[in-house]
């Protein structure tokens, strides 16, 4: 047993690369609406509550959910925001509940 133990840990130094740590950012709001990080989108609306599913609903009612979503999510993260995380050194960006590799 005591063989097969340091066989596993020999194979394992050989072909386990190390990781990369990860240092990101969260990005939130830009797929996950939260009034905190979309707190203009929600203000420009002047959209009730604090959530996104009364948010949409109500964009839905007004009739503009589409051109307020396209227009969100074309200016809130940007491919320059991206740019940006990268040259500072972040590997990861968090987007809500999403995590995406740099």
Do not use: M
């Amino acid at each position: 047993l005591l063989i097969a133990c340091q066989l596993v840990r020999a194979f394992d130094s050989l072909y386990v690369r190390p990781r990369p740590k990860w240092f990101g950012v969260n990005l939130g709001g830009w797929l996950l609406l939260e009034r905190g990080p979309s707190n203009p989108l929600f203000e420009n609306t002047n959209a009730p509550g604090d959530e996104e599913w009364g948010f949409c609903e109500f964009v839905r009612r007004c009739g503009s959910a589409e051109s307020t979503f396209s227009r969100h999510r074309s200016r809130h993260v940007t491919e320059e925001t991206i740019v940006k995380c990268k040259a500072l050194g972040l590997n990861a960006v968090g987007l809500g509940t999403l995590g995406l590799k740099l």
